[in-house]
């Protein structure tokens, strides 16, 4: 007999509630999926309340409640995640609760079966890309955290071993589930409204996709931009689709001549749904994080067909393989020379678009989430 049928799965949903970058199309994901195999509907914890429905945004009401926390008070991480708790555990008994999942490392406490998803450990590796207030958050709660939990997933084999390692963690305790790729991360004709909002022309642009902050290393994409001869940075200008995070000001002072010609351009935070028409209309990808727990990012763009330059560094190789161009993250000379190779090499080109769609497809969510539940039969028996 399956040990999920007639069990409840609790999910914590919070990570939906703000833009959906890594960790929230995480959770977006494995909700709709489990939402469509499990036995009985998951029901989801929002912070405030718990549901049976997918959302995507917050209340207005939870929203101001959060604002005032962060804006009077003191330790508000603290603070939130107490209440948080309260609500939590009430909701968990009240739906009769049999396992619960948390997406986003920091899991609550709850006396059941509990899985815990471990996306990266970037703010101990590298501490100065993370707000202190955020760091100090991590190390107070997550050791204690993994000491719970029945089971840990991670997102790629080095996670994995970044966990055991530094948490000294058995590894029976720890499970690598590699992550999806959405089927609309297909390639599409991108001469459509998303290009034109943007005033991009398709295969004449380059593109990066990451928040601007330190970690993801973009300092060093605009530097290897720069270093393209002035003609082709005027025909072919960089595309930056990300919000504005923590330490922005660090890297955007020679950023300030290029914008204003039209080299660069920052698209902020981009729909889901537009995503794709931007992937598949830029001529190539360029992605040198310094630490990734994963990397969505260049799975959809070689899904797209698009070619990727990617950091040869933590779990990018077991993304992207042999199928794309692996260079030093902080060498932007190098990553200048394979920006022109794609620029000038169509044979390359193709043969990477080729490479890139073959691969991507063997990343499917559905694989991720049959795998999933798994982990919870493992710790419901």
Known sequence: ???????RVGINAVPLLGPLTGVGQYTYRLVSEMQQLLPLQPWLFYGTNWSQELRTAAPPAARRIND??????????????LLKQVRFSGGARRHGISLYHEPAYLALRYRGPTVVTVHDISWVRYPETHPAERVREMNRVLPSVLRRADHIVVDSEFVRQEVIDHYGLAPERVTTILLGVAPEFCPIAASGAVLAQHGLQA????LAVGTLEPRKNLSTVI????????GVRRQTPLVIVGMHGWGMEKFSAGLQQMISRGEVVLTGFVAQGDLPALYSGARMFVYPSIYEGFGLPPLEAMACGTPVIASNRASLPEV????????????????TRHMRLLLEDDAMHAQLAQAGRERAASFTWRRFALQTLDVYRKVLT
Do not use: Q
Not at 1 to 7: K, V
Not at 203 to 206: A, E, H, K, S, T
């Open 1 to 7: 007999m399956d040990p999920l049928n007639g069990m």
């Open 68 to 81: 005032a926390i962060k804006r009077y008070l003191p330790n508000p991480l603290v603070l939130t995640r």
């Open 203 to 206: 295969g004449r642009y380059i």
């Open 223 to 230: 530097a290897a931009f720069s270093r393209l001869p002035d």
């Open 320 to 335: 992207v393989g042999e199928a794309g161009l692996l260079v030093e993250p902080l060498d932007d000379e190098a990553i």
